[in-house]
């Protein structure tokens, strides 16, 4: 088990660090509107300049050169300030980020993930995996495409005991990386604008005919007799003879391989942008220096072969910058002599034969570091949520639990104890006494524990857990389910998991809210009775809750292990009052009488 080494002030590092990005910002921006000045003050005198050299021949045309280079100048200088500017505003926004999340301020911003989520998972609806106000949303600080979609599937599906505990490593080793982070998030704008990880890899693996062995030497040689015959008719009085030629032959070979030619530069642009951002954080992991682990495994994976990424990644978008060039309408002319765009089609078409075939694996690197950093930025913001315990035998035990996603002053922690000998809670209690957000806070912490993240909890040990909740379940008319119906095929999902995990190292969390709900009181008796006696004869372990004190009783029936628990309430001057702490036994009262006459129902 690692040990979480956050900081004790982790707000303070980030308003120090806050307070440092906003003042470079200002210099920046100063620095900016400077040179911003004075491109204009460099186009007016060009202007003036040259109206003096052609009006009032006062000065030589040649004289315009001078306040047209420095134009020039100012505007890459413009443009690099520009660049310097936004990533000082993208740092800001890393660190007011992150005081948000420290501060329980975080809902609303961030990454939803609603596009990664299956609306038939066996968890992530329940227990606010993806959405607003998520799990997703309170981790996801990644700066791709694929490192969204890495977390994702971590959030959605356990890693096995030796994963874990290399996860676990390797977050505690990033947690202290705050600039590491920070420049990770510097790199590029919002995520759906960078690394689209299907696109990228379809178009470098993509498996076009071969083009003629011959056919760049013949590009360049025509490219040398269109820019001679050129020369020739201008310059030297050839007469356009060959230049007509050389023409002629350009059109009826591009009739004959103008498909074959431009295949390779179809999508060409677009995965140079994204290779652009993931060449950029692949070569910001390469100055790192991870020695061991799970890191140091994925860095030796990075540095693999004579060439690194990044420099292979710069080659490509150097073509792909040359030939968007050809859409330059003064350049067009001197393109087409030049043979321009086929030349730069057979370079691409080069470069993605032998490097496409490693842009998977290096997608795949960018994505496990990025994910491996949003549960160290966790970790580093939440220092007292220490690493689960991972243990071979079927286990959940947690003292202090919290919800993650609820502000630490508006919730009441709880413990919890599964094993083989008290495998199974009955959770009873009135309406609005913490049932279901318990079963959530174990679900989640669950969640998180199988990601390799940190716990909000003081302590927790736990087998490899696979987690089956039915806890917030909809009715659907567009599929003409009922709440009942769509209940029943999650049960059947659940069961379906514990079948499988008998054959597997890990144990199933059923987590049961309000259980077989929609139907009558001596069906759900029977159903649920049965359902928890086939869950806890294949080994799983789990919650039931219910406000229906009949089915408190199960644990009375032969060869049916439960617990009994409670959450229980008070009135107090007419008022319901809850503490919402979990207690020993059933629930001895319902308080739905005095709720309805709370809101003013007449009963």
Same mark, same amino acid.
């Given at each position: 088990?690692?040990?979480?080494?956050?900081?004790?002030?982790?707000?303070?590092?980030?308003?120090?660090? /806050?307070?440092? !990005?906003?003042?470079? #910002? $200002?210099?920046?921006? @100063?620095? =900016?509107?400077?040179?911003?000045?004075?491109?204009? +003050?460099?186009m007016?005198?060009?202007?003036?300049?040259?109206?003096?050299?052609?009006?009032?021949?006062?000065?030589?045309l040649?004289?315009?050169l001078?306040?047209?280079?420095?134009?020039?100048?100012?505007?890459?200088?413009?443009r690099?300030?520009?660049?310097?500017?936004?990533?000082?505003?993208?740092?800001?926004?890393?660190?007011?980020?992150?005081?948000?999340?420290?501060?329980?301020?975080?809902?609303?911003?961030?990454?939803?993930?609603?596009?990664?989520?299956?609306?038939?998972?066996?968890?992530?609806?329940?227990?606010?995996?993806?959405g607003?106000?998520?799990?997703?949303?309170?981790?996801c600080?990644a700066?791709?495409?694929?490192?969204?979609?890495?977390?994702?599937?971590? /959030?959605?599906e !356990?890693?096995?005991? #030796? $994963?874990?505990?290399? @996860?676990? =490593?390797?977050?505690?080793?990033?947690?202290?990386? +705050?600039?590491?982070?920070?420049?990770?998030?510097?790199?590029?704008?919002?995520?759906?604008?960078?690394?689209?990880?299907?696109?990228?890899?379809?178009?470098?693996?993509?498996?076009?005919?071969?083009?003629?062995?011959?056919?760049?030497?013949?590009?360049?040689?025509?490219?040398?007799?269109?820019?001679?015959?050129?020369?020739?008719?201008?310059?030297?009085?050839?007469g356009?003879?060959?230049?007509?030629?050389?023409?002629?032959?350009?059109?009826?070979?591009?009739?004959?391989?103008?498909?074959?030619?431009?295949?390779?530069?179809?999508?060409?642009?677009?995965?140079?942008?994204?290779?652009e951002?993931?060449g950029?954080?692949?070569?910001?992991?390469?100055?790192?220096?991870?020695?061991?682990?799970?890191?140091?495994?994925? #860095?030796?994976?990075?540095?693999?072969?004579?060439?690194?990424?990044?420099?292979?990644?710069?080659?490509?978008?150097?073509?792909?910058?040359?030939?968007?060039?050809?859409?330059?309408?003064?350049?067009?002319?001197?393109?087409?002599?030049?043979?321009?765009?086929?030349?730069?089609?057979?370079?691409?078409?080069?470069?993605?034969?032998?490097v496409?075939?490693h842009?998977?694996?290096?997608?795949?690197i960018?994505?496990?570091?990025?994910?491996l950093?949003?549960?160290?930025?966790?970790?580093?913001?939440?220092?007292?949520?220490?690493?689960?315990?991972?243990?071979?035998?079927?286990?959940?035990?947690?003292?202090?639990?919290?919800?993650?996603?609820?502000?630490?002053?508006?919730?009441?922690?709880?413990?919890?104890h599964?094993?083989?000998?008290?495998?199974?809670?009955?959770?009873?209690?009135?309406?609005?006494?913490?049932?279901?957000?318990?079963?959530?806070?174990?679900?989640?912490?669950?969640?998180?524990?199988?990601?390799?993240?940190?716990?909000?909890?003081?302590?927790?040990?736990?087998?490899?857990?696979?987690?089956?909740?039915?806890?917030?379940?909809?009715?659907?008319?567009?599929e003409?389910?009922?709440?009942?119906?769509?209940?029943?095929?999650?049960?059947?999902?659940?069961?379906?998991?514990?079948?499988?995990?008998?054959s597997?190292?890990?144990?199933t969390?059923?987590?049961?809210?309000?259980?077989?709900?929609?139907?009558?009181?001596?069906?759900?008796?029977?159903?649920?009775?049965?359902?928890?006696?086939?869950?806890?004869?294949?080994?799983?372990?789990?919650l039931?809750?219910?406000?229906?004190?009949?089915?408190?009783?199960?644990?009375?029936?032969?060869?049916?292990?439960?617990?009994?628990?409670?959450?229980?309430?008070e009135?107090?001057?007419?008022?319901?009052?809850?503490?919402?702490?979990?207690?020993?036994?059933?629930?001895?009262?319902?308080?739905?009488?005095?709720?309805?006459?709370?809101?003013?129902?007449?009963?």
């Open positions: 088990m690692a040990e979480n080494p956050g900081p004790a002030d982790p707000a303070g590092e980030y308003r120090s660090r /806050l307070e440092t !990005r906003r003042s470079q #910002l $200002e210099v920046w921006s @100063r620095y =900016e509107g400077i040179v911003s000045v004075l491109r204009l +003050v460099a007016v005198v060009l202007g003036v300049v040259a109206w003096l050299a052609v009006q009032s021949q006062l000065f030589a040649a004289w315009t001078l306040p047209l280079n420095a134009f020039v100048i100012l505007v890459l200088v413009h690099r300030l520009l660049d310097r500017e936004a990533a000082e505003r993208r740092a800001a926004e890393y660190y007011e980020r992150g005081l948000a999340r420290i501060e329980d301020r975080w809902h609303g911003t961030g990454p939803t993930g609603r596009d990664l989520a299956d609306p038939e998972h066996r968890y992530a609806g329940d227990l606010d995996i993806f607003d106000r998520s799990l997703f949303q309170l981790l600080s700066r791709t495409g694929a490192g969204e979609r890495r977390l994702a599937a971590w /959030l959605c !356990r890693a096995d005991r #030796l $994963e874990l505990e290399g @996860r676990q =490593e390797a977050v505690a080793t990033l947690t202290q990386a +705050v600039t590491f982070r920070e420049d990770i998030w510097r790199l590029s704008g919002e995520v759906a604008e960078t690394v689209h990880p299907e696109t990228l890899i379809e178009w470098s693996c993509r498996e076009d005919p071969a083009l003629p062995r011959l056919l760049p030497g013949l590009l360049v040689g025509l490219a040398v007799v269109q820019l001679v015959g050129v020369i020739g008719w201008v310059s030297l009085g050839w356009p003879t060959l230049l007509l030629a050389a023409l002629l032959a350009h059109t009826v070979g591009g009739l004959f391989l103008r498909q074959r030619v431009m295949a390779p530069i179809v999508g060409a642009e677009g995965a140079g942008r994204d290779l951002i993931l950029a954080v692949l070569a910001r992991i390469e100055r790192e220096s991870f020695d061991s682990g799970v890191l140091g495994e994925l #860095l030796a994976r990075l540095r693999e072969g004579p060439d690194r990424p990044a420099v292979r990644i710069r080659q490509l978008q150097r073509r792909v910058d040359l030939l968007e060039s050809r859409k330059n309408p003064l350049f067009a002319p001197l393109g087409i002599l030049a043979v321009w765009t086929p030349l730069l089609a057979v370079a691409i078409d080069s470069w993605r034969r032998q496409g075939p842009v998977a694996e290096w997608i795949d960018a994505a496990e570091i990025e994910a950093n949003c549960l160290a930025g966790y970790a580093y913001e939440h220092p007292a949520d220490p690493f689960p315990e991972i243990v071979d035998e079927p286990l959940l035990e947690g003292s202090s639990l919290g919800h993650p996603l609820l502000a630490a002053d508006s919730f009441v922690r709880n413990d919890i599964l094993d083989s000998t008290r495998p199974a809670l009955v959770v009873s209690g009135s309406n609005m006494s913490g049932k279901s957000t318990y079963l959530r806070t174990i679900g989640i912490n669950a969640v998180l524990a199988m990601a390799g993240a940190p716990v909000r909890a003081a302590h927790m040990r736990l087998s490899p857990i696979d987690v089956g909740a039915s806890v917030q379940l909809h009715d659907s008319l567009q003409g389910r009922s709440r009942f119906y769509a209940e029943i095929l999650r049960l059947r999902q659940v069961l379906d998991l514990v079948k499988q995990s008998e597997s190292e890990a144990t969390l059923f987590l049961l809210d309000e259980i077989l709900h929609g139907t009558n009181s001596h069906d759900r008796r029977l159903g649920a009775e049965a359902l928890v006696r086939s869950l806890l004869d294949r080994g799983a372990i789990g039931v809750t219910t406000h229906d004190l009949a089915l408190a009783e199960i644990g009375n029936d032969d060869g049916i292990t439960v617990t009994n628990v409670h959450f229980g309430d009135i107090a001057d007419g008022k319901i009052i809850f503490d919402y702490r979990v207690r020993p036994g059933v629930v001895e009262k319902s308080n739905a009488l005095a709720l309805m006459r709370e809101v003013g129902l007449e009963v």
